[in-house]
């Protein structure tokens, strides 16, 4: 049994890159992918709807994807923030990755807990969130699972795929993440990736210029 899922996106975040609140319908269990962007619209959708928000939820540690995770921790203390362990070096460093590329204002969130591919009974009402590790564009990437959606950070967008040139990226890692394991979903998920539009896994096994025809 699972229930309809409900998703909102906020693609006004830091260089672009995009918070995502999701929600079961008939629970009101929340939560949120990744969280970049001011977090007043957020909380003004979560207040309105009377959500539970359970999660935040980190595709990978890079800055542009937890800017606001502290603040949003400290608006809504019982949300657990969740990411891969392969990533805490990376989140340990966001304070240097935001001066690299001269943003400021960040604050290093804490990790409440870590996942992996055998993380179970990560649960939005009945709907159970599965945890996929793409690593590629940083060591603990992962993607989450939720019925027919995945949310991929930035392992695949649509017609793209994340960059490999920074630190613990390859280029290997990522064609085998998404080749392995993305590209092995049913054709109809639909993709939100952490920057851009929306895809589906048909459509980039079809048009992704990185896999052509491979697939
Ligand atoms: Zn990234
Ligand atoms: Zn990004």
């Not at 319908?25 to 003004?44: N, P, V």
């Not at 690593?135 to 967008?157: A, M, Q, V």
């Amino acid at each position: 049994m699972s229930n309809e899922i409900d998703i909102k996106s906020y693609p006004n975040g830091i260089f672009g890159a995009t918070t995502y609140l999701i929600y079961d319908k008939k629970t009101l269990e929340a939560a949120i992918i990744d969280c970049t962007c001011s977090t007043e619209s957020i909380e003004q959708e979560i207040k309105n709807k009377k959500l539970n928000l359970k999660y935040i939820l980190i595709t990978h540690g890079h800055f542009d994807h937890v800017y606001c995770v502290k603040k949003m921790k400290e608006k809504f203390p019982s949300a657990l923030v969740f990411m891969h362990k392969d990533d805490l070096p990376l989140l340990k460093q966001v304070e240097v990755q935001c001066s690299m590329a001269g943003v400021d204002g960040i604050e290093t969130p804490c990790v409440d807990g870590l996942l992996d591919e055998k993380t179970q009974n990560l649960k939005l009402g009945e709907n159970d969130i599965k945890i996929i590790h793409t690593k590629g564009h940083s060591k603990g990437g992962i993607c989450y699972l939720i019925k027919d959606t995945l949310f991929s950070g930035d392992t695949l967008f649509c017609e793209s795929i994340g960059r490999c040139d920074l630190f613990g990226g390859s280029f290997s890692e990522i064609e085998q993440s998404i080749k392995q394991k993305l590209f092995k979903l049913d054709e109809n998920i639909t993709v939100y990736p952490g920057h851009g539009e929306k895809t589906t896994i048909e459509h980039e096994k079809k048009y992704n210029p990185y896999f052509g025809s491979n697939y």
